[in-house]
């Protein structure tokens, strides 16, 4: 996918977002920010339908190369692989939450999250509806979990419902985005935090840059295209870097600080990023195809429930932006 002259890079990685509805049996506070919260029920309940070894750690597990949990919720990571040498890999999946921020919702009160899913997660859809029917009915919440009701999925681009309870799946075609020519000119607007790291360190809004952002972007559809395609296309990294140097950055975003709880840890974290606006300039022919990506695979740290998250604006030929 290395970008060559004008020409858009090629997407290989299957893509699809689903839009989950869901009702609450009873009053439930959904909070400022709902990730983390949807993915951790998710998880569990996952790992309860799909596991079949009931080892406490996934790690040394002789069934780690196939297991279903595995391979969408906790990637192994990829032997001897150039990009990424820590012990996990991007996994193929990413939770967007509700918009809205906190509120609480009334007994029979309806709300809606996605869930795009990539390459291999993709036929797993039915594991995940099911792994989602019991996380909702088991309850959302870290206290007091209040039970919920999956009442349809819809796919995108899709009027109708995928799956409605007590059905099947219905059969759908893949979605996918659909990037256009941009010109010179883009903005992206970030709705969720943009948690970038350069060296171990946190990016602010200092040290953004373009190119430390399309390589993240770049590095995040390699390592899933590495995991989920059996023969992945390559990135010409040096290519990409240079191309990335001659657009310019200018960006209208400020530091917002989000705190979950970690399960894991057993401990609040402070998860902050950048949220705003940012507008590239320069020639983004080569870069069309991979920022069209971006609005589904998300870019940066915590991508997987929601982070990152960020829409493009095009401007019409008259001045006035378009929103993709």
């Not at 075609?173 to 000119?185: D, S, V, Y």
Request: aromatic share 6%; charged share 20%.
């Amino acid at each position: 996918m290395a970008p060559q002259g004008n020409s858009p890079v090629t997407q290989a990685l299957p893509l699809n977002r689903y839009t989950f509805t869901v009702r609450a049996l009873q009053s439930l506070r959904l909070p400022d920010y709902a990730g983390s919260m949807l993915r951790g029920a998710f998880g569990h309940a996952l790992r309860r339908v799909a596991c079949m070894t009931r080892m406490k750690e996934c790690t040394g597990c002789p069934l780690l190369a196939t297991c279903p949990y595995s391979q969408i919720f906790e990637t192994p990571p990829l032997a001897h692989h150039a990009l990424q040498k820590f012990s996990a890999m991007p996994n193929p999946y990413v939770i967007e939450p509700p918009e809205g921020g906190a509120r609480v919702l009334a007994e029979g009160d309806t709300f809606s999250f996605s869930m795009v899913l990539m390459g291999k997660a993709l036929p797993q859809l039915p594991l995940i509806i099911l792994a989602w029917e019991r996380a909702l009915a088991q309850g959302l919440g870290k206290t007091n979990p209040v039970p919920c009701q999956l009442t349809s999925i819809h796919a995108e681009r899709d009027g109708e419902p995928v799956y409605t309870p007590g059905g099947r799946v219905r059969p759908h075609t893949q979605a996918g985005p659909r990037p256009q020519p941009l010109g010179n000119r883009v903005t992206l607007e970030f709705t969720t935090p943009l948690r970038l790291q350069q060296k171990g360190n946190l990016v602010g809004l200092r040290e953004l840059d373009a190119r430390t952002l399309l390589i993240n972007l770049a590095r995040r559809h390699q390592l899933l295209s590495d995991t989920q395609l059996d023969s992945p296309p390559q990135t010409d990294f040096a290519a990409l870097s240079t191309a990335a140097q001659h657009i310019h950055l200018e960006a209208d975003m400020r530091w917002h600080d989000w705190e979950r709880y970690s399960n894991r840890q057993k401990q609040a974290m402070k998860l902050g990023g950048l949220r705003g606006r940012l507008e590239l300039t320069g020639d983004l022919a080569p870069f069309a195809q991979l920022l069209a990506l971006g609005e589904w695979l998300h870019v940066g740290k915590e991508a997987v429930f929601g982070l990152g998250r960020y829409h493009l604006h095009h401007p019409s030929p008259q001045g006035v932006e378009c929103n993709e």
